[in-house]
Every structure is written in C-alpha cells, then in structure tokens.
C-alpha cells in the first residue's frame, strides 16, 4: 500500500511532535505521578525516532549540490567520450564528366 507523497513526507515531523507531546504530558504530570518516567521515555524515544528517519532519508537522498555536482560530471563525461563517426555514403552519385 502506498501512502501518499504529502503523508510520507511528513512522517518524521509526526514522530518528534507525537515525542514531544509525550515528554510534555510527562512533565505536565509531575513525578509523583509513576508513569510520569514511562511518558518521559516514550517521548524522547518517539523523537528520536522522528530524527533517525529524517537523518536517514537526508543521507540516503544526499544534499542537492552533490547530486547536480555528479549531473555535470556526468554530462561532461558523455561529451568528452571520443564519439567516431562513419561517413555516410552518399545517396547520389556523381555524373560522369564526359570531354
């Protein structure tokens, strides 16, 4: 199932607010409250977790300087390959000069 382009790429951004939400109710609770800690470490894992993916797709995808650097390369690569080309015969020929 594929999950719409708008949703996925905001996937990291829902983990770190949903960790965030979690260490605020955390603290919002206080600690005499005993899953006031199990809140705390929810969230931080949740936004650690939002940061992993961010950091991952943010490698994997690499920085848009690197990859227009690797385009060029690349174009400059083809133009700079020696390119031989056969001559083409001609479709006509040449009259015969008659003197």
């Known amino acids: ?3 719409p382009t708008p949703i996925y790429e905001r ?3 829902f983990w770190f ?3 965030l939400l979690f260490f605020a109710t ?3 609770l206080g600690f005499e409250f005993a899953l006031s800690f199990w809140y705390l470490a929810v ?3 949740c936004c ?3 940061a992993g993916i961010f950091l991952v ?3 994997h995808r690499g920085s848009p300087k690197a990859a227009q650097r690797s385009a060029v390369a690349e174009n400059s690569r083809e133009e700079a390959a020696p390119v031989e080309v056969e001559p083409a015969e001609s ?3 040449e009259p015969a000069h008659a003197e």
């Open 1 to 3: 199932m594929w999950i």
């Open 11 to 13: 996937i990291p951004q």
């Open 17 to 19: 607010l949903l960790g």
């Open 26 to 28: 955390g603290l919002y």
């Open 43 to 45: 969230g931080v894992a």
């Open 48 to 50: 650690s977790y939002g």
């Open 57 to 59: 797709r943010l490698a």
């Open 91 to 93: 479709p006509y020929s």
